[in-house]
Structure formats: structure tokens, C-alpha cells
């Protein structure tokens, strides 16, 4: 499956497990790949700005829209830690997702100042101060 029809198939949900009203903005955050928490300032935004039209978007969005849960949780203790065990998840794979590119980054700044010297050094001794300075302390 390629990536375009891995995206394809994505779907938007409002989300049940991360939910403080209705769920809309989670399943927006996640649907866009965006930070819940900017993705709720920027709700809360809207209805300060906005409050009819906002309000009557966001009771549409938890009417229209389905919802899903990734797992089906009996009690809020459950919920919880289903939530951390999401979470501890995500940040064991952020890791070493950083460190790969963290690496490729420094390679690049390494040689990035290595070109650099060299080009400096290569200017020196092929410039005419060097000469002088050569035939200076040959004296």
C-alpha cells in the first residue's frame, strides 16, 4: 500500500478516549497530525471570536461525526491507562526517530565545518600574505 492510499484511507473520527466534551477536537488533532492542546487553544479561539457560529459547528461536528475508541475501556481507571500506555508508546518512538535524524544533522554541521576550514586554509596558503610570511621567517 503506498503512502498516498495509506492517506487516502484515513478517516475522521471524533475521539472518545482523549474527549473533554465531545471529542472533536482530539479526532481533529489526530486526523491532522496536529497537538491537541494547540488544537484545543485554538477551539477555545474560535469561540471567543466566534461563539454562535462556533458553537453550532462544534454540536454539528459531535452530531454528524462518528466516533471511535482505539479500545473498549469498563471503568476510567482503564481509560487512564490505556491513555499512558499510548503515550509512553509514542514517546519511546520519538526517540529514536530524533536520534536518527539528530545523527544525520550532525554529520552535516561536521562536515559543513570541515568544508569550511579547508576552504579557509586553502585561501591562506594560496594567498600572497602567506608568501611573505614564508619568506619573512626564512630570514
Known sequence: MTTMN????????RDRDRAVLGGVC???AEYL?????????LAFIAFLCAMPIAIIAYLAAVFLIPSTSRGDYST??????GRRRRRKSKQEKAPAQESESSVADDINRRCASLDERLRLLEKHVTSKRFQLDQELSRL
Not at 495509506?6 to 473520527?13: Q, V
Not at 476510567?76 to 491507562?81: D, T
Request: charged fraction near 35%.
Open 76 to 81: 476510567p481507571a482503564e481509560k487512564r491507562s
Open 26 to 28: 482530539a479526532g481533529l
Open 6 to 13: 495509506a492517506e487516502s484511507d484515513r478517516r475522521f473520527y
Open 33 to 41: 497530525g496536529f497537538n491537541l492542546k494547540v488544537t484545543r487553544i
